[in-house]
């Protein structure tokens, strides 16, 4: 019994402590725990606070203008200063549809498609598999309804809208943009194309000296 009176007075003084004081305005400063003279820091320096007032300059904003004649810049791939190649970033051609193809700033090469290989291993074949028909190892955990890239409405997709699926994502997909870079979005898609173009392949793409190995003459 001595337990509940005791239980009752602490749960009573922790209400109190913790609700009692609620929106009272106080006269003194907060007691600080490191104190400014025994722990001098950037904590007490005069900064300024962003979009706010400032007495420093003579505007009295606390934000600087930029210099005029100052340009935006985020350096892509190509060394692009801007980012408004919309074929690069966004995939679409002058008029506003996917582009199809690649962009020329690009050199679709044996380095392209293995670092494409590279990337699709890692954030893709998951879910799509490792020959792109759907079956990765997600689907045993019950993520359903992974398309095959080997149907004709996939196969004949312009190059910039499956960019463009990479970027944003689409359904269960998860958008890939803050994890593959643009250029690295072209480098997937060249090999998911080089994954398709695996699947269609007949007689008369071998090789004349490698027919011999596998029984043609
Ligand atoms: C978490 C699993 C998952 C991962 C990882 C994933 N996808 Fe997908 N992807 C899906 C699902 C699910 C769909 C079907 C979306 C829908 O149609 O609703 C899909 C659809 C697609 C489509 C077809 C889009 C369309 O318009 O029908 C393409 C192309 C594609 N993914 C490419 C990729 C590429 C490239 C990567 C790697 C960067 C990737 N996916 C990573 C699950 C995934």
Known sequence: MRYVYLFTAFVCVLTVSILGFRGRTFTHPPMDVFPEW????????PHHVQQTESAFFADGRSDRVAPEGTVASSFGPAGQPLRNDDF???GKAADGTFARGFPPVLKVDR?????????????CSPCHGS??????????YGMGAVPT???DRLRKMAEGEIFNTITYGKG???PYADKIAPDDRWAVVAYVRALQR??????????ADHKAEIGLQ
């Open 38 to 45: 025994l722990f001098p820091g950037m904590k007490y320096q």
């Open 88 to 90: 690069l970033y966004r």
């Open 111 to 123: 380095r392209m498609l293995e670092r494409g290989r590279d990337r699709f291993t890692i954030y």
């Open 131 to 140: 020959v792109g028909d759907g079956n990765g190892i997600t689907k045993k």
């Open 149 to 151: 890239y080997h149907d």
């Open 172 to 174: 269960n997909m998860l």
């Open 198 to 207: 695996a699947q269609t392949g007949s007689v008369s793409d071998v090789p």
